[in-house]
């Protein structure tokens, strides 16, 4: 037989709740004048609050969708309820018994559909918490005793036990009035060869409530090592469960956090439990799933979409975390809020933090937080060799598009310049104008590629005069040799490059008057030579016994180490060619120290650019005793090159 609410009832139900105390479950209102309140509304994207309540009249209106109606059409529309439903979940606030009539809109007399499906959630809870104190759940007790938390916090989040056999909870509420098609569709059973059964066994249950507060589905955790299903079992997709729309703890946390205008996102109820505990009362969880866009409308709704508010992701500090929180980051620019994560140390979650070190230990988590834009940036760059042009430079191409997806044209420069710090790269300038490159690419729509790169020096993918930081330890002044860099890694032969002018000198030199230029030219590494086949002779002369030891068969030895046909090309041809001395005779010691002292120079100064570059890199990582040592060595180095310019050869 047909019912419907008696009329009266529905009026009294409707005049008993205040509107805004409804909306205020599911959104943050704050005053709009002449009595009024405003909020983001929950029914379509916008970042200014157009959504208006009047709680004089009893009325919400959306300016920006035009959504418009009363306590019961907000809730129909907010959480796709049918008429009755919403009746029926108002009178339950208002501890209003309703009057069924017959012949009218609505269903049956008995509640609507959801209705029946939360109380059924809201029996089990109560009915799972009372089976936590039975002597089956000693290994649920003893589960939450050794993660520090007691009766009175079992109790606090309603955590509760599921008897191990086929059909405890089916049972109990059959005598509760609810069917078998009831119970399956809510997701607290499932289908059996004989019937249904519990679909939650011998497990530790918690309870997930929706933004107002119902209890909507649950999240069990296994005991049993016989229990062969998943280490976690929620509940599954149903009319009032959908996990992509819930967050664990949000009906304890909303309050806080519009209140505090922080939100604070871990990954496990155990997570949830022990922040709430340690006095992080804004912290929630996803259940089963990864934190995404129907999360996100929740938070935002309560955060009011300003930017002085703040969402705060906790990882662990392993690879899975790294990567969770990276796929957090690529919603960032959803929120107007600020977004920040704290890594837990020894890859401890808030739980076993609380657990090691107590209750200050967690908000101390908290407080230590960094933004999340900024740890994205390093873990990007981080995956990279930075010691190596190549490795900058692909770093470079990997993090700008990061920088160039914010939206803020200031925020954008300055994370640019930010990440030249990362790099280590000394030409900011570039950097922000290939970010820039990059940014006005993604808004013309992505198409026909970024733009080509120049390479100044100092960029990452420029040659090694400039070109980022090395790690190699200080050098002395007594110590001339400039490390750091592997040799032969510069560009090849180029006749009219200046650099390799006088690097081709000074070979000329040790091939034809070694005893010129001996024993300084042996102290002199591979890698002060640019073009790989000048560091190749280099190497070869000293395999040959160095100038000091040159002979008569000195020559042949050099060529006999020779690798292949082109070197040995190579080192016929600088044993012939005249030295490019300017008074056209013989080179004398003078001459020879001029081009020992400009090859010197030259590797010092590329030396002295990788340093600072790396100091930089260093300083933006806010590693300061690193940084310092840096510093140091190249101050080191620039007095090195102070003397050089001043002495000559005598300070080699």
Not at 200 to 215: A, K, T
Not at 231 to 256: C, F, H, M, W
Not at 485 to 497: F, I, T, Y
Request: glycine residues 12%; hydrophobic residues 40%; aromatic residues 6%.
């Amino acid at each position: 037989m047909a019912g419907r609410i008696n009329d009266e009832d529905v009026r009294a139900v409707r005049d008993a709740v205040p509107i805004d105390s409804v909306v205020s479950e599911y959104l943050q209102l704050r005053p709009a004048g002449g009595g009024n309140l405003k909020g983001l509304c929950p029914f379509h994207d916008e970042k200014s609050p157009s959504f208006h309540v009047s709680p004089a009249k009893g009325l919400f209106h959306c300016f920006g969708c035009q959504e418009g109606g009363d306590t019961l059409a907000f809730l129909m529309k907010v959480d796709h309820l049918t008429f009755s439903e919403s009746v029926e979940r108002l009178a339950a606030q208002a501890g209003i018994t309703l009057r069924y009539e017959e012949g009218g809109y609505g269903r049956a007399s008995q509640q609507g559909e959801r209705t029946r499906l939360v109380e059924a959630h809201k029996v089990a809870v109560q009915y799972y918490a009372e089976q936590l104190d039975s002597p089956e759940a000693e290994a649920a007790r003893r589960f939450l005793g050794e993660r520090g938390f007691d009766q009175a916090a079992a109790l606090h989040f309603g955590v509760g036990y599921s008897p191990a056999g086929w059909d405890h909870l089916t049972r109990f509420l059959r005598g509760r009035g609810f069917t078998d098609k009831e119970l399956v569709l809510s997701g607290l059973a499932q289908e059996g060869r004989r019937g249904p059964i519990d679909r939650f066994r011998g497990r530790l249950m918690w309870p997930i409530r929706d933004v107002s507060g119902e209890v909507v589905g649950f999240g069990a955790r296994r005991l049993r090592e016989d229990d062969n299903g998943p280490k976690y079992l929620n509940t599954p997709e149903t009319p009032v469960y959908r996990k992509s729309q819930v967050l664990y703890g949000i009906d304890l946390a909303k309050r806080d956090i519009a209140k505090e205008g922080r939100a604070v996102v871990v990954e496990g109820y155990t997570d949830v439990m022990a922040c709430h505990l340690a006095g992080v009362t804004t912290a929630i969880a996803t259940s089963g799933t990864a934190f995404g866009e129907g999360h996100i409308k929740i938070l935002r709704r309560l955060l009011m979409d300003n930017s002085r508010t703040e969402v705060i992701f906790t990882f662990d500090g392993d690879a899975a975390g790294r990567k969770a929180a990276l796929r957090a980051f690529e919603d960032d620019q959803k929120f107007a809020a600020r977004t920040s994560i704290a890594i837990s140390p020894g890859g401890m979650d808030p739980c076993e933090l609380r657990i090691a070190q107590g209750d200050t230990a967690v908000r101390e988590l908290i407080d230590s937080r960094t933004r999340l834009f900024e740890f994205a940036l390093r873990s990007v760059v981080d995956e990279h060799d930075l010691d190596s042009a190549e490795g900058r430079s692909a770093a470079l191409e990997a993090a700008a598009p990061i920088v160039a997806q914010l939206k803020d044209p200031s925020l954008q420069h300055e994370y640019a310049v930010r990440l030249a710090g990362l790099l280590g790269v000394l030409d900011t300038q570039f950097v922000v104008r290939r970010v820039g490159r990059i940014a006005q690419w993604k808004r013309a729509g992505g198409q026909g590629g970024p733009g080509g790169q120049d390479t100044p020096a100092g960029h990452p993918g420029a040659g090694r005069r400039g070109a980022g930081a090395g790690r190699g330890g200080p050098v002395p002044p007594s110590t001339p040799a400039v490390a750091g860099r592997p040799a032969g890694r510069g560009p090849a032969l180029h006749l009219r490059n200046p650099a390799q002018l006088v690097e081709r000198e000074l070979l000329k030199l040790a091939l034809q008057h070694p005893h010129l230029v001996a024993p300084a030219f042996d102290a002199y590494g591979a890698d002060e030579f640019t073009a790989e086949p000048y560091a190749v002779l280099r190497g070869l002369i000293e395999t040959a016994g160095g100038t000091e030891a040159a002979d008569d068969g000195y020559l042949d030895r050099v060529r006999e180490a020779a690798p292949d046909d082109t070197v040995r090309k190579l080192i016929n041809e600088l044993t012939v060619e005249p030295p490019r001395n300017p008074g056209n005779g013989a080179p004398d010691e003078a001459y020879a120290g001029e081009q020992l002292v400009a090859v010197r120079l030259a590797a010092v100064r590329a030396r002295v650019a990788e340093l600072e570059g790396g100091a930089r890199r260093l300083d933006a990582q806010g590693r300061a005793e690193e940084s310092a040592a840096v510093w140091q060595e190249l101050w080191v180095l620039e007095q090195y090159a102070t003397a050089l310019r001043a002495k000559g050869a005598a300070a080699l």
